[in-house]
């Protein structure tokens, strides 16, 4: 069994990470990332064909990637994402959902039309751009501070009382 994860992201700037980065901005911060992109991250267990597979069950399902408006592409360990300018220090954080019923859905529809999926995980990767010389684990620090919601004045991106939050890669 293969595990396939693809990131797909929107052609244009997309309005979700341009908003949270100027609600982050409006906060102030003393370290503010200076990028902020979003994915959508599928994940794909496959019993046969591995990446071949993905992209065949890809190029039939466009509520999955939609080529007039997003890119997408295979992703892995020591992996850099389209549109990341390298003299940043890229931290990635992955929200998911705990109870999940889009990856439910799309594994159960999957199967049905005879694709060699035996499940799939759909979440969302943020990914935080600071600057190169920040020390690795205060920008890790910073980024899931940003991310999981304690307080009324802290966290954007997820509820912990619903979403699980895990660094990616």
């Known amino acids: 069994m293969d595990s396939i994860q693809i990131a797909i992201r929107l052609k244009t700037p997309d309005p979700q990470a341009v908003t949270a980065l ?7 911060l003393q370290l503010p990332p200076l990028k902020l992109q979003r994915h959508d ?11 071949n597979a993905v992209s065949e069950l890809i190029g039939h399902f466009t509520d999955i990637v939609n080529p007039n408006k997003q890119l997408w592409l295979f992703t892995g360990k020591d992996f850099s ?12 954080i992955v ?5 999940d019923s889009v990856s439910e859905n799309w594994t159960d529809l999957l199967k049905r039309r005879g694709f060699p999926v035996e499940s799939l ?38 509820n912990p009382v619903s979403q699980e939050v895990s660094f990616w890669i």
């Open 22 to 28: 100027n609600a982050i901005r409006a906060m102030r």
């Open 41 to 51: 991250l599928w994940e794909f267990e496959v019993s046969s064909g591995g990446r």
């Open 81 to 92: 994402l389209a549109g990341e300018d390298p003299e940043l220090q890229w931290v990635g």
């Open 95 to 99: 929200v998911r959902d705990y109870v």
């Open 121 to 158: 995980r759909y979440s969302v990767l943020w990914r935080f751009g600071y600057l190169k010389d920040t020390d690795e684990a205060l920008t890790k620090k910073m980024a899931l501070d940003l991310s999981v919601s304690n307080t009324r004045a802290g966290g954007l991106f997820s």
